[in-house]
């Protein structure tokens, strides 16, 4: 399996931008299907982003399309989720998944991040 250490997440104002970065060891990273959840205070892990591989489709939850992308960068086994027009209900811990196959139900995810903090404020 393969290894995820995200970072980037931090304290912003409503309308700000944040970068999270997902570093990537162990098996190869392109072979995966990569993927950002978030989680909330006292609700379930929620799908956000997804990226294939190959970055031949992206898929997101209707809340943030539009002002999130996700992109990848295989050479340095990273994956990217560029997060503008942020809002506090973006206010979560946000996670990285890696998958190789290309369902995103949280309990058929392969791999999981330890999650990085974001929080918006109003």
């Known amino acids: 399996q393969v290894q995820l250490v995200e970072s980037g997440g931090g304290l912003v104002q409503a309308g700000n931008s944040l970068r999270l970065s997902c570093q990537a060891s162990?098996?190869?990273?392109?072979?995966?299907?990569m993927g950002w959840f978030r989680q909330a205070p006292g609700k379930e892990r929620e799908f956000v982003a997804a990226?294939?591989?190959?970055?031949?489709?992206?898929d997101f939850v209707v809340s943030v399309k539009g002002r999130f992308t996700i992109s990848r960068d295989d050479a340095k086994n990273t994956v990217y989720l560029q997060m503008n027009s942020l809002k506090p209900e973006d206010t979560a811990v946000y996670y990285c998944?890696?998958?190789?196959?290309?369902?995103?139900?949280?309990?058929?995810?392969?791999?999981w991040g330890q999650g990085t903090q974001v929080t918006v404020s109003s």
């Open positions: 998944a890696a998958n190789f196959r290309s369902s995103w139900s949280p309990s058929l995810v392969d791999s």
């Open positions: 162990g098996r190869a990273f392109a072979v995966y299907h």
């Open positions: 990226i294939s591989r190959g970055s031949v489709r992206t």
